[in-house]
């Protein structure tokens, strides 16, 4: 297993200037070593809706790559996106699934089939145009430059260390977040999309 920070690192560089979506822990890893806040956008609380949200991004802005970290228990909520994404063909969209085989933020269930389930066979066979998985950091740091030139939908799994949070969410160090407004404000700008 990969520790999360660590994967976030390999890909940093290799980033550009891609709007980068988070769901889950990945955002407050993500925090810490982005380059270009202003094109991402952490979206917790929200199982489920990273992966349409990310697609409607990337259709919404084909020109601009939209890669979203995103966690198993997420995309188990709403398996139906991966058959809308390989459907819509968006060739700009990396879907890029940070797998624990828990729901981490709530105290470490274990997601159903954690050990069985094979994500990229789902996004293969739902009609994704590439599919990845990585057992460990170095093939995924040799490869990521290569995969972010591939056209989309491409889809890569890895397994994660896990990472419990026990403590209430009013315990919770809470990570510097921006509003819905901030984030959708500050993307418009950089995008050069006129409000209006």
């Not at 802005?61 to 228990?73: S, T």
């Not at 069985?116 to 460990?136: K, P, T, W």
Request: hydrophobic residues 40%; aromatic residues 6%.
């Amino acid at each position: 297993m990969i520790e999360a920070t660590d994967i976030f690192k390999a890909f940093e560089k290799h980033r550009g200037d891609a709007i980068v979506i988070t769901a889950g822990r990945s955002g407050s890893h993500w925090s810490e070593i982005t380059s270009n806040a202003k094109r991402d956008a952490a979206i917790g609380g929200a199982m489920g809706c990273q992966a349409p949200i990310a697609l409607g991004l990337a259709l919404a802005q084909p020109d601009v790559k939209v890669i979203l970290f995103d966690a198993e228990g997420s995309l188990l909520m709403n398996l139906g996106v991966l058959a809308t994404i390989a459907d819509q063909k968006p060739e700009n969209f990396y879907h890029i699934l940070l797998d624990n085989g828990c729901y981490a933020t709530t105290g470490g269930q274990p997601v159903p089939s954690a050990k069985d389930i094979s994500y990229d066979g789902m996004a293969r066979d739902a009609g994704y145009s590439s599919v990845h998985s990585f057992e460990n950091l170095e093939d995924f740091a040799i490869n990521i430059e290569g995969i972010l030139n591939d056209a989309g939908p491409v889809f890569v799994a890895m397994k994660i260390v896990p990472e419990v949070e026990n403590l209430p969410i009013g315990l919770r160090p809470r990570v510097k977040r921006r509003s819905r407004e901030q984030v959708i404000s500050e993307l418009r700008e950089d995008l050069g999309i006129a409000v209006g």
